[in-house]
């Protein structure tokens, strides 16, 4: 069996540009799918794509370690997200190969299940943060217990919520009550059986970090990700000891080599692989087999599309440490149009499918009816009240 062809599909789902990878083969009917969307990067992932191609035409698909190997190594120039990006979305299609040539779906490949179903939780989004300085907190507030007790309503037992401002060196006391606000409204509106993540996007220093997971404690967060941003590996290993909370973080981290330092200097108790970002499925089992050593837990990432929806449920259902599982379902309404699959889910769990391969399929005609555009939000500049720039 060899590779013919290798291109992308680029689907338009208003806040990012979903970016699908397809793999064709020698093989009549034989193709697989990947996914490998990249917030605000899709021209520079499609164009990493091929330039890639020339190097996976005439290979085999089923031989994924070794390809991974020769993306990642005969590139010369280590490749950061957008590259790892590429190949990520590469290597789940020769997954998705591999298991239809074999007539298995792909968890099956990595070992088998280890569990019966897969928890899931959906990201509330964020609010107006205009409102921590222009005293608008109610607004926010009705919004995010709104959608809360939606998400609630269809099964859930989990939500992730963006409610820590954009902050500067010191934070006003606006951002931390505005935090708090919505925190509390929250969990009156949940109850206790229903666990609340917060994200805060790499927006704080050490201090605010701090105090953030501080004031934040007493509702019980299940755990506050990526309280400072990710360069600096030292300061989240001072916020992890710091805080009264679990600290989780990952997401903007990709390979095993920048997992190490995550994992060995115990800067977090959950570990956010993207298996979009972090190199595909291969790389992130070892990644979660790193972490699992200090008896981390994994929660990966996933804010994307439906293909990598299907790449994660294989993973979770494979991997031992795996915690709880990230999936998007409130960014546009025809999200599952846009393909064929097999997944189902219950009462907030996704629950295991035996189709070959991924189990999902892209309908290119569906796709095309949203192709695409530059997403609005990446002209949006986030900025104090003295108008310098903060993290987004």
């Known amino acids: 069996m060899k590779i013919t062809s290798v291109r992308t599909v680029v689907c338009n789902a208003e806040m990012r540009n979903w970016v699908f990878v397809r793999i064709d083969t020698d093989q009549p009917g034989l193709y697989g799918w990947g996914e490998c969307s990249l917030e605000w990067k899709t021209r520079s992932v499609a164009g990493c794509i091929e330039d890639f191609a020339p190097m996976l035409i005439g290979e085999d698909p089923t031989r994924i ?6 993306l990642y190594r005969q590139s010369f120039w280590r490749v950061g997200v957008i590259g790892m990006s590429a190949i990520s979305g590469i290597e789940q299609g020769c997954h998705d190969i591999l298991g239809k040539s074999l007539g298995v779906p792909v968890y099956r490949l990595l070992g088998g299940a280890v569990r019966d179903r897969v928890r899931m939780y959906t990201h509330l989004g964020g609010g107006d943060m205009r409102a921590v300085y222009e005293s608008q907190m109610q607004a926010d507030t009705k919004l995010f217990v709104d959608r809360a007790l939606e998400v609630v309503a269809r099964g859930y037992t989990a939500v992730k919520v963006l409610i820590t401002p954009p902050t500067e060196p010191l934070n006003p006391i606006a951002g931390y009550k505005y935090a708090e606000s919505v925190m509390e409204a929250l969990r009156l509106a949940v109850g206790d059986s229903v666990d609340i993540m917060i994200d805060c996007h790499g927006r704080h220093s050490l201090g605010n970090a701090v105090e953030f997971c501080r004031i934040l404690a ?55 692989p993207d298996l979009c970002h972090c190199g595909g499925l291969l790389e992130a089992k ?40 990230e999936d998007m379902l409130t960014d546009v309404p025809w999200r599952w149009e846009v393909v064929r699959h097999s997944l189902r889910s219950e009462n907030g769990y996704w629950l295991p499918t035996e189709t070959p391969g991924l189990g999902i399929e892209i309908d290119e005609a569906a796709a095309a009816k949203h192709p695409f555009r530059q997403e609005v939000i990446h002209a949006t500049t986030v900025r104090a009240p003295d108008g310098a720039i903060l993290d987004w």
């Open 286 to 325: 070892k990644i979660a087999a790193m972490a699992e050593a200090y008896t981390m837990g994994v929660a990966p990432h996933n804010p994307l599309g439906p293909v990598a929806n299907a790449a994660a449920l294989h993973f979770d259902l494979s991997t031992p440490n795996f915690l709880i599982q």
């Open 218 to 272: 007493p509702y019980r967060p299940y755990f506050i990700e990526e309280p400072v941003p990710p360069e600096n590996v030292d300061v989240m290993v001072e916020v992890r000891k710091a805080s009264p909370v679990p600290i989780a973080t990952g997401e903007r981290r990709v390979t095993r080599y920048e997992f190490r330092e995550l994992i060995e200097k115990q800067a977090c108790h959950v570990i956010q």
């Open 65 to 70: 370690e070794f390809l991974y190997q020769k």
